[in-house]
């Protein structure tokens, strides 16, 4: 019984740290934690990534969401790990990966809150490495599932500047018209 107690002790002074944003010292904790493998072994290891993600430390949060999502499958919260996993890519301009990973999690989760902002991303990086065909391919099916978004708001917006530099007014005013947005 006094294990399970440190261990929970431990993920609580983790948190702790958390929320005064000393995320060095939440990292030690959740890792003692983790490494006990009593009690929520798996929030451990998942607050631990996201603690290494605010500190930049990319290929600690990617290699602990990694383990994460292997070992933990069936976890309250793997969805959210996989999103965490892809965002890290991202963030850590490893583009293809974090593409790769926005896919699999749209094909995986569907209706998840986060579908809307894997289908902006995919669509930003396609824009940003001058792929705009996939780009408006991404932005449309965004648009299209959730037209009142912030993030459909925001895709609109690239949209009308990807076909503007084609010179494609027309075609653009077509599209806007036909999603009911203002041109």
């Given at each position: ?16 740290y958390f929320m ?164």
């Open positions: 019984a006094n294990a399970k107690k440190i261990n929970d002790a431990y993920n609580r002074i983790g948190d702790g005064i944003r000393e995320f060095d010292n939440a990292v030690v904790y959740y890792e003692q934690s983790y490494n006990m493998k009593l009690i929520d072994a798996d929030y451990a290891l998942f607050q631990k990534a996201l603690a290494n993600g605010v500190l930049k430390k990319y290929s600690a949060k990617i290699s602990d969401m990694q383990t994460f999502i292997s070992t933990y499958p069936k976890s309250t919260y793997t969805q959210k790990a996989k999103f965490e996993l892809a965002q890290t890519y991202l963030a850590d301009n490893q583009n293809q990966m974090a593409m790769e990973n926005f896919k699999k999690f749209i094909d995986e989760y569907p209706n998840s809150i986060y579908v809307n902002t894997c289908l902006s991303k995919i669509g930003l990086i396609y824009y940003n490495s001058k792929q705009d065909d996939n780009a408006l391919s991404y932005f449309d099916k965004l648009i299209k599932r959730d037209r009142k978004s912030e993030e459909a708001i925001e895709a609109i917006s690239v949209v009308k500047s990807i076909y503007i530099a084609k010179g494609n007014v027309t075609t653009m005013q077509d599209y806007l018209a036909s999603i009911g947005a203002a041109i």
